[in-house]
């Protein structure tokens, strides 16, 4: 084994401790925001992380499901330990004003729209 052998090993066994799920996700948009539904079954509340920076919106989880005591998993569904998904945002939208929700595996974000990308009413006065 030669020196450029162990830095391919290490490259793909690198790749395969960042593989990730890809999440479902649902986006609803209306005239004030934009609201994403996230389904990330198996991770808690304290291994999900969300960032936003700049126009780039990143969800990630680490899936941690619990083997009851004395028992072992003979079959597997989910072959791989956390979900990673990046979302590139429009700058209509208000990222200083992201809310965030995580309830029974789905997470739910609500992005307003910047104030100058809302629609707004104009009066018209009689003169």
Excluded: W
């Excluded at 649902?26 to 304290?46: M, R, S, Y």
């Excluded at 003979?74 to 929700?101: C, I, N």
């Amino acid at each position: 084994m030669n020196d450029q052998t162990d830095v391919a090993r290490n490259d793909e066994s690198k790749a395969a401790a960042q593989a990730a799920l890809t999440p479902p996700v649902d986006v609803f948009e209306d005239a004030t925001g934009i609201t994403l539904l996230a389904d990330l079954p198996g991770v808690p509340k304290d291994a999900l992380h969300l960032q936003v920076e700049a126009e780039t919106l990143t969800i990630e989880g680490e899936v941690r499901l619990e083997v009851p005591e004395g028992m072992e998993a003979t079959h597997a569904e989910v072959g791989l330990p956390r979900y990673r998904r990046v979302f590139t945002l429009s700058r209509e939208l208000d990222t200083e004003k992201v809310s965030a929700e995580f309830r029974n595996g789905v997470l739910t974000l609500r992005i307003p729209k910047a104030e100058h990308a809302q629609p707004r009413r104009i009066e018209v006065e009689v003169a």
